[in-house]
């Protein structure tokens, strides 16, 4: 089974960006819906962005309001997540997940069955 490894994470002002990547390795993601999550201190893991195997669509949770961006390689197994205009909300842990032979949009709905190990982002001035 797939192993997945997130890097990226770190301390940013409101108003900045980061890139997180999420590198796989044991499989191909070829077949592999895949997505990030995020998790608050005190608060329920939730939904942020997915995206199909080909890398043809892409959903996003409704707070995102075109600030991120996911992306798929599949050349070199790996998925990032282009974060823009952060804001302190936006802190928390970020998983990223995935699933082989779903659809990016049903990751939307509830998560696959591989997890990173999640990276740390922290909005603050």
């Known amino acids: 089974q797939v192993q997945l490894a997130e890097s990226g994470g770190g301390l940013v002002q409101p108003g900045g960006s980061l890139r997180l990547s999420c590198v796989a390795s044991?499989?191909?993601?070829?077949?592999?819906?895949m997505g990030w999550f995020r998790q608050a201190p005190g608060k329920e893991r939730v939904f942020v962005a997915s995206i199909s195997p080909n890398a043809h669509y892409t959903y996003y949770g409704d707070f995102v309001k075109d600030r991120f961006t996911i992306s798929k390689y599949n050349f070199n197994n790996t998925v990032s997540l282009q974060m823009r205009r952060l804001q302190p909300e936006d802190t928390a842990v970020y998983y990223c997940n995935g699933h082989p032979n779903r659809t990016g949009s049903s990751l939307q709905r509830g998560a696959g069955s591989v997890w990173g190990q999640g990276t740390q982002v922290t909005v603050s001035s």
């Open positions: 044991g499989d191909t993601l070829d077949t592999y819906a």
